[in-house]
C-alpha cells in the first residue's frame, strides 16, 4: 500500500533584521519593535528586492500611523503585536487605514519585489519622498510626508507613455500632470497633519 506523505516546514529567521550576508539563507526579516523610530528608508529592500520584510507595531502603546506608512512607502508589510490586554478605542481606525494599504501592497506584489526599485526619486518638494517600484504592467510610486502644512502641485518627474494614464491607488481619483520646462511632473495632493506629532509615531 502506498503511503502518501505531507511534509510541513517551519520558515525561522532572526528575531530582527538579517544582516546583508545572512540574507540569502534568510527569506524574511522582521524592522523589531525595540527600534521604537525607525529610519525614513528601509535600505534592506535595496540590497536584496525580494527579501521579506515586516515592521512589528505595538497598538498597546499609541496609535502607530507612521508605522504603517513607512511600511507601505518601503513596500513591505506590517506585524500587529496584539498581546497586550485591552483594545484601543482608536484600533479600527487603524486597522482600516492599514487595510488601504495592504490592498496595494497585495495586488502589486511583484512591483514591490521586483530589482529595479528606486528609492528616494528627485523631488520639487523638500520633506516629501518618492519611491519608485517598476512592473511588466504597471509602475508603482510610493509617497511619504514629513510636511505638516501638507503639499499640493507638482511633485516628481515622470515618463508618460502612449496609451496609459497616472491613478491614485490609495485614494482612487486620477492623477493630473503637469509640465514644467518640457518635463512631465505628476502632482499630489497630500494632507496636512499637526505639527506636534513630527518626531513621534502619530
Not at 21 to 38: C, E, K, T, W
Not at 50 to 59: T, W
Not at 90 to 119: A, C, I, M
Not at 155 to 173: C, Q, S
Request: no cysteine.
Amino acid at each position: 500500500m502506498d503511503k502518501k506523505w505531507r511534509l510541513w516546514g517551519v520558515v525561522m529567521y532572526s528575531e530582527g533584521m538579517a544582516v546583508p550576508r545572512d540574507m540569502q539563507g534568510i527569506v524574511s526579516g522582521r524592522v523589531h519593535n525595540a527600534l521604537y523610530y525607525p529610519p525614513l528608508l528601509n535600505l534592506n529592500r535595496l540590497i536584496k528586492p525580494d527579501f521579506s520584510i515586516f515592521r512589528v507595531a505595538e497598538v498597546a502603546k499609541e496609535r502607530i500611523r507612521r508605522e504603517i506608512s513607512l511600511s507601505y512607502f518601503n513596500g513591505h508589510g506590517i506585524e500587529f503585536n496584539v498581546f497586550a490586554p485591552g483594545k484601543p478605542s482608536w484600533l479600527e481606525e487603524q486597522y482600516r487605514y492599514l487595510g488601504k494599504t495592504v490592498r496595494v501592497l497585495r495586488d502589486h506584489s511583484s512591483n514591490f519585489s521586483h530589482s529595479g526599485f528606486l528609492p528616494l526619486l528627485p523631488t520639487l518638494e523638500d520633506k516629501v519622498y518618492v519611491n519608485y517600484w517598476p512592473g511588466e504592467t504597471s509602475n508603482i510610486y510610493t509617497v511619504f510626508s514629513l510636511l505638516p502644512t501638507g503639499f499640493q502641485g507638482a511633485l516628481f518627474a515622470v515618463r508618460p507613455a502612449e496609451d496609459t494614464h497616472f491613478f491614485d491607488l490609495f485614494h482612487y481619483r486620477d492623477i493630473e500632470l503637469d509640465t514644467l520646462d518640457g518635463t512631465a511632473y505628476a502632482k499630489v495632493d497630500i494632507p496636512s497633519f499637526d505639527a506636534k506629532y513630527l518626531g513621534t509615531r502619530l
